[in-house]
């Protein structure tokens, strides 16, 4: 009962500046410890003897630049834009113990990016307490090589290439999914609606029917309390970051508490997990894989009936954790772009009446949006890639870790170090697009063409690109052709416009807002080959 008080009063933000503080002061007592006891500590001064030095803000003595960003943790991001306008596209901070260098430059992230040495993840407590090094995000080494080829195979081919085969049954039942988000919001009608938690159900069954072959209805108690617990993750796991670099942070009882709670989270959410992998398990049939945890069961089967085969990180417990990131990965990362896309599009009529001019010439109204419309619908597709350009819902990456001391750029950046690319810098940098504030397509269209710069990296780029990004892009256009079909969406009249300024949780997210959507003049059936159940359209 107290735990559960104190932890609703953790999740309010106005706590985490309170942590930061706390965060700080152990930073300083740690750091000053270490010194004492000789341990290897680098300092914000420590990039090694006559070398150049990256440069960085300056830090105080013990602390380094923690105390510069505390109250930041909403405009993270920001402030460390703010610095590479200083310092450039490489810099140092330091982090209560531990270094941390930022790259903002795009080529430097590439050239980073592509080395082995810069493509671990920093060695975190969670990973070794909640993880336990398995699954694709904190893995590291020959295990996620090879867990990383298995699953890239398995995404591509689910995401991109069965999504345009229009015969499959996966396909059917994504574009099922998008009649189903629709139909819930035709009722909403002229009502003002947050679509925040209608799109974490849509995102969250796509999710579960391509890794699980599971859909759930929008109110299965089963499926809700998972996402309210993957929600509430998030928030813990950001609160809870300073652990990771302080594990004597964990000696204090609210921290403590937000740490029992992310496991007993993780418990909760493989529990949901085991349950369909084995509702799969039962059902599965040899030489069909119908989803990824079905090509996984076959690949464990396989290698288990090979008598020559003695090494194989293909386990049960490797499958769960790789089956929970790409649902975490894939949840919160492709629901905000939505929210976003949503956002600007009302924000921007012009934009949506070009994009619905574009879908009502190309793909009419007689039947739903296809994969295979993609490469007609060119100022569309410009437009998603304008909405993943301004809401860099990743704006600083997943963290890398540097393996050894390495020689980058001139500088060197020391083992252990954390790597963070600012992606948002990367997106919003005037030498490289003209008026990044305003958002406007055009600038992805070159003589009618899409053109992407090799500066646009929403998914990031080199050895950890993202897993999903096929699976992602091919969610975005979907959703976003089949919801701007029969539907105009706009902002209440009688609120506050929303601004589009972001707030860093462990994604960049649109503050709460509201949109309405009307439907528009369209006769469109419930899937892509005009068959399946109707949805009524009623004119604006
Ligand atoms: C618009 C949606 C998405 C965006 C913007 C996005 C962006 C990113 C970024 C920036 C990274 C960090 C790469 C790095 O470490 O350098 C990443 C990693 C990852 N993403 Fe995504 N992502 C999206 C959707 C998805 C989806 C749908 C899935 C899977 C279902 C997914 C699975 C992963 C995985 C597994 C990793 C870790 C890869 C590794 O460590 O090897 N993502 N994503």
Same mark, same amino acid.
């Given at each position: 009962?107290?735990?559960?008080?104190?932890?609703?009063?953790?999740?309010?933000?106005?706590?985490?500046?309170?942590?930061?503080?706390?965060?700080?002061?152990?930073?300083?007592?740690?750091?000053?410890?270490?010194?004492?006891?000789?341990?290897?500590? &680098?300092?914000?001064?420590? *990039?090694? @003897?006559?070398?150049?030095?990256?440069?960085?803000?300056?830090?105080?003595? !013990?602390?380094?630049?923690?105390?510069? !960003?505390?109250?930041?943790?909403?405009?993270?991001?920001?402030?460390?834009?703010?610095?590479?306008?200083?310092? @450039?596209?490489? $810099?140092?901070?330091?982090?209560?113990?531990?270094?941390?260098?930022?790259?903002?430059?795009?080529?430097?992230?590439?050239?980073?990016?592509?080395?082995?040495?810069?493509?671990?993840?920093?060695? /975190?407590?969670?990973?070794?307490?909640? +993880?336990?090094?398995?699954?694709?995000?904190?893995?590291?080494?020959?295990?996620?090589?090879?867990?990383? %080829?298995?699953?890239?195979?398995?995404?591509?081919?689910?995401?991109?290439?069965?999504?345009?085969?229009?015969?499959?049954?996966?396909?059917?039942?994504?574009?099922?999914?998008?009649?189903?988000?629709?139909?819930?919001?035709?009722? $909403?009608?002229?009502?003002? +609606?947050?679509?925040? =938690?209608?799109?974490?159900?849509?995102?969250?069954?796509i999710l579960c029917t391509t890794i699980c072959g599971k859909r759930f209805e929008y109110s299965d108690p089963t499926f809700l309390r998972c996402l309210d617990t993957m929600e509430e993750g998030s928030k813990l796991v950001k609160l809870?970051?300073?652990?990771?670099?302080?594990?004597?942070?964990?000696?204090?009882?609210?921290?403590?508490?937000?740490f029992l709670k992310i496991k007993s989270n993780n418990l909760a959410t493989k529990a949901f997990f085991r349950s369909l992998i084995s509702e799969r398990a039962e059902t599965m049939e040899p030489g069909i894989s119908r989803d990824f945890?079905?090509? $996984?069961?076959? =690949?464990?089967?396989?290698?288990?009936?090979?008598?020559?085969?003695?090494? *194989?990180?293909?386990?049960?417990?490797?499958?769960?954790?790789? +089956?929970?990131?790409?649902?975490?990965?894939?949840?919160?990362?492709?629901?905000?772009?939505?929210?976003?896309?949503?956002? $600007?599009?009302?924000?921007?009529?012009?934009?949506?009446? %070009?994009?619905?001019?574009?879908?009502?010439?190309?793909?009419?109204?007689?039947?739903? &949006?296809?994969?295979?419309?993609?490469?007609?619908?060119?100022?569309?597709?410009?437009?998603?890639?304008?909405? !993943?350009?301004?809401?860099?819902?990743?704006?600083?990456? /997943?963290?890398?870790?540097?393996?050894?001391?390495?020689?980058? %750029? @001139?500088?060197?950046?020391?083992? #252990?170090?954390?790597?963070?690319?600012?992606?948002?810098?990367?997106?919003?940098?005037?030498?490289?697009?003209?008026?990044?504030?305003?958002?406007?397509?055009?600038?992805?269209?070159?003589?009618?063409?899409?053109?992407?710069?090799?500066?646009? /990296?929403?998914?990031?780029?080199?050895?950890?690109?993202?897993?999903?990004?096929?699976?992602?892009?091919?969610?975005?256009?979907?959703?976003?052709? *089949?919801?701007?079909?029969?539907?105009?969406?706009?902002?209440?009249?009688?609120?506050?416009?929303?601004?589009? *300024?972001?707030?860093?949780?462990?994604?960049?997210?649109?503050?709460?807002?509201?949109?309405?959507?009307?439907?528009?003049?369209?006769?469109?059936? @419930?899937?892509?080959? #005009?068959?399946?159940?109707?949805?009524?359209?009623?004119?604006?």
């Amino acid at each position: 009962m107290l735990r559960s008080a104190l932890l609703t009063c953790i999740l309010d933000s106005s706590i985490t500046s309170y942590l930061f503080i706390v965060i700080v002061v152990f930073g300083a007592v740690h750091r000053f410890l270490a010194v004492i006891l000789k341990r290897k500590v &680098p300092l914000p001064s420590s *990039s090694g @003897g006559s070398r150049p030095s990256l440069p960085g803000p300056r830090g105080l003595p !013990l602390v380094g630049n923690l105390l510069s !960003l505390v109250g930041a943790d909403a405009i993270f991001h920001l402030k460390l834009t703010g610095w590479a306008k200083k310092y @450039g596209g490489i $810099y140092r901070l330091s982090l209560g113990s531990s270094e941390a260098v930022i790259l903002s430059d795009p080529a430097m992230i590439r050239e980073a990016f592509k080395m082995e040495q810069f493509s671990a993840r920093p060695d /975190m407590l969670f990973v070794k307490q909640i +993880v336990n090094g398995n699954g694709l995000i904190f893995s590291e080494g020959d295990l996620w090589k090879e867990q990383r %080829r298995f699953a890239l195979q398995q995404m591509r081919h689910f995401g991109m290439y069965r999504l345009a085969a229009e015969e499959d049954q996966l396909t059917q039942k994504i574009h099922g999914e998008i009649q189903e988000f629709m139909h819930v919001l035709d009722e $909403y009608k002229e009502t003002a +609606v947050d679509l925040d =938690q209608l799109l974490s159900r849509m995102i969250g069954n796509i999710l579960c029917t391509t890794i699980c072959g599971k859909r759930f209805e929008y109110s299965d108690p089963t499926f809700l309390r998972c996402l309210d617990t993957m929600e509430e993750g998030s928030k813990l796991v950001k609160l809870a970051m300073g652990i990771n670099y302080l594990p004597v942070l964990r000696s204090i009882p609210m921290m403590n508490a937000i740490f029992l709670k992310i496991k007993s989270n993780n418990l909760a959410t493989k529990a949901f997990f085991r349950s369909l992998i084995s509702e799969r398990a039962e059902t599965m049939e040899p030489g069909i894989s119908r989803d990824f945890v079905d090509a $996984y069961l076959h =690949q464990i089967q396989k290698l288990r009936d090979d008598e020559t085969f003695d090494a *194989s990180f293909f386990t049960d417990a490797q499958m769960m954790q790789c +089956v929970i990131d790409l649902f975490g990965a894939g949840m919160d990362t492709t629901k905000t772009s939505l929210q976003w896309a949503f956002l $600007y599009m009302a924000l921007h009529p012009h934009v949506q009446e %070009r994009v619905q001019e574009e879908l009502d010439r190309i793909v009419g109204t007689d039947r739903s &949006p296809t994969m295979d419309d993609q490469k007609d619908l060119k100022f569309t597709e410009a437009t998603i890639c304008e909405i !993943l350009r301004c809401s860099s819902v990743f704006p600083l990456g /997943m963290p890398h870790e540097a393996t050894e001391d390495t020689m980058f %750029r @001139g500088f060197t950046v020391p083992k #252990g170090a954390t790597i963070f690319s600012n992606l948002y810098a990367v997106h919003n940098d005037e030498t490289l697009w003209k008026h990044p504030a305003e958002f406007n397509p055009e600038r992805f269209l070159v003589n009618g063409q899409v053109e992407k710069p090799s500066f646009f /990296m929403p998914f990031s780029t080199g050895r950890r690109v993202c897993l999903g990004d096929q699976l992602a892009k091919a969610e975005m256009f979907l959703v976003i052709t *089949s919801v701007l079909q029969r539907f105009h969406l706009a902002t209440p009249s009688a609120e506050p416009k929303p601004d589009a *300024s972001g707030v860093l949780g462990m994604s960049l997210k649109p503050k709460p807002h509201r949109l309405i959507a009307t439907p528009r003049k369209t006769s469109v059936a @419930g899937s892509p080959n #005009g068959k399946g159940s109707p949805v009524e359209c009623s004119e604006k």
